[in-house]
């Protein structure tokens, strides 16, 4: 039998754990339901996989954090003790996650305590992932991979000749839940350290921070803001309501705001002074990173705040050209960062499996992303969708 998947509990995106410090003080006893949806095709049925999913989970829970492990998050100056203390006694549990076939589907349901059930999603994008693409040529995978991972690191450096910029180029790796495999990440995330250290600043996998000696990247989701729809406030003011409680948690750390739980003109309308200048920028991840990133700096202008104090950091799709290219237009005027997935860790010359895990539902009541892409929206009550756009003035696609 194959070495399991999961090589450590530390192998997950960062701002899983930034956000599940910040539920586990502010809201323990949230429900949650995740569903895992695939948005593409696939070469064969995802169904296929159903026994050795089942496999990889069993195994997922009967992990536990190491004291390395431990160690490592209490290092992190935003990590606080009790939380350490919690993951030291925590297990995932296997009756909070479902997964069967229908038909060539396969369905995956995680449900229970949110601060049992959020951690999931993560390790199974990425077993998923790791499972599907064993059945495609290795080698030939590898030796594309490689091939375009040369041409990257090459471009990078041609990109040195470049005018010099007010503020610096920097990307960092967010590919865990999609990677080719947890070796080529290994790969990728080593030779850009060694080979471009000048640009590449970080990941967003704790687990290979800790092994290489590199910054873990990450700040929020949109399951930390989708929450507070359910959270008793009025919900016109979840935003506020989720970045005030965000700043009283990280008291001026993990500085980042995400902006597009319900799209970035209804964000802006919350993101008054205050927030403005208690966040240190803004993170993309829907809708054209041009037409955001400008009503970012017109936001910041009209607030007589210096653009250049701030950063913008996109995360939706990228490769290196793309943000090549939206650092050339924004990097005179304010900072920039770019969270580079899938075209760093799965472009082996292979077709990417578009899938995801999301909140579908906190404390029994449907929670909802209002994308600024269409498609990229996931919500099953049609009705509680309606009423956020309505509440939002948020148009449909």
């Known amino acids: 039998?194959?070495?399991?998947?999961?090589?450590?509990?530390?192998?997950?995106?960062?701002?899983?754990?930034?956000?599940?410090?910040?539920?586990?003080?502010?809201?323990?006893?949230?429900?949650?339901?995740?569903?895992?949806?695939?948005?593409?095709?696939?070469?064969?049925?995802?169904?296929?996989?159903?026994?050795?999913?089942?496999?990889?989970?069993?195994?997922?829970?009967?992990?536990?954090?190491?004291d390395d492990e431990l160690a490592y998050l209490r290092s992190l100056r935003y990590i606080k003790s009790d939380f350490v203390d919690f993951l030291t006694v925590f297990r995932f549990q296997r009756k909070f996650i479902d997964v069967r076939a229908d038909g060539d589907t396969l369905v995956i349901h995680a449900a229970g305590p949110q601060v049992h059930v959020m951690g999931f999603e993560i390790y199974v994008l990425y077993i998923v992932n790791e499972l599907y693409f064993r059945r495609f040529d290795r080698e030939a995978a590898l030796a594309e991979g490689r091939a375009r991972l040369g041409d990257k690191i090459a471009a990078l450096k041609a990109f040195g000749a470049e005018p010099a910029r007010r503020n610096p180029f920097e990307f960092s790796d967010f590919g865990t839940r999609r990677r080719y495999s947890s070796a080529w990440q290994d790969e990728v995330v080593q030779r850009l350290a060694r080979e471009v250290p000048q640009y590449f600043k970080g990941t967003s996998n704790v687990y290979l921070a800790m092994k290489f000696g590199l910054v873990p990247i990450g700040t929020m989701a949109h399951e930390y803001m989708q929450?507070?729809?359910?959270f008793g406030v009025r919900l016109r003011d979840f935003q506020k309501a989720s970045l005030e409680a965000w700043v009283q948690e990280y008291r001026g750390d993990l500085g980042v705001a995400l902006t597009d739980v319900v799209g970035m003109d209804a964000f802006l309308d919350d993101f008054d002074l205050y927030f403005a200048k208690l966040f240190d920028g803004l993170r993309h991840d829907s809708g054209d990173p041009v037409v955001w990133g400008e009503k970012a700096l017109a936001h910041y202008g009209a607030l007589r705040i210096d653009a250049n104090t701030k950063r913008l950091v996109f995360s939706d799709g990228l490769n290196l050209q793309s943000a090549m290219a939206l650092y050339r237009h924004f990097a005179d005027r304010i900072m920039t960062g770019f969270g580079i997935g899938t075209h760093l860790t799965n472009d082996v010359g292979l077709t990417p499996l578009n899938i995801v895990m999301k909140l579908v539902c906190c404390n029994g009541q449907s929670v909802a992303k209002l994308s600024d892409s269409p498609g990229k929206t996931l919500c099953k009550d049609e009705t509680f969708l309606a009423y956020l756009r309505q509440v939002f003035n948020h148009p449909a696609a």
């Not at 323990?28 to 169904?47: D, G, I, K, M, Q």
């Not at 929450?227 to 359910?230: G, I, K, M, N, V």
Request: proline share 6%.
């Open 1 to 66: 039998m194959s070495q399991p998947i999961v090589r450590s509990l530390l192998e997950t995106d960062l701002y899983k754990f930034t956000m599940w410090q910040a539920l586990l003080h502010g809201h323990p006893n949230s429900h949650t339901e995740y569903e895992f949806v695939c948005r593409n095709a696939t070469v064969y049925p995802l169904a296929e996989l159903l026994p050795e999913v089942e496999r990889e989970l069993d195994h997922l829970c009967s992990m536990s954090f190491t």
């Open 227 to 230: 929450s507070f729809q359910a």
